[in-house]
């Protein structure tokens, strides 16, 4: 069993930024990040494999980062220039053998972390 848990959400004004981080209990092949606003459906954001692989949402193409650092077994999403729109419930994901944008299963999953951009 995985357990993830993230951390790093807050409140911020428009073109803040903030840094979240998730950690895990064991490596795993592929971890993402997720978001979910009320009312709408979740959303991938971006997704890392233990090697060089990076993908990333149109959405957020430009404005977010992810990295892995493997030695913690901990995932990063850094968020640059952020939009109210980008309000929602983050979320953590990994899977043991798929990473693309749209393979990506979410086996696991963190208890999430609460992002809020103001204009």
């Known amino acids: 069993q995985v357990q993830l848990v993230e951390s790093g959400g807050g409140s911020v004004q428009a073109g803040g930024s903030l840094r979240l981080s998730c950690a895990a209990s064991?490596?795993?092949?592929?971890m993402g990040w997720f978001r979910q606003a009320p009312g709408k459906e979740r959303e991938v954001l971006a997704t890392?494999?233990?090697?060089?692989?990076?993908t990333y949402a149109d959405s957020v193409k430009g404005r977010f980062t992810i990295s892995r650092d493997n030695t913690k077994n901990t995932l990063y999403l850094q968020m640059n220039n952020l939009k109210p729109e980008d309000t929602a419930m983050y979320y953590c994901a990994a899977d043991g053998d798929r990473c693309g944008l749209g393979e990506i299963r979410g086996d696991y999953w963190g208890q999430g972390t609460q992002v809020t951009v103001s204009s």
């Open positions: 890392a494999n233990w090697g060089t692989y990076r």
């Open positions: 064991v490596s795993i092949f592929c």
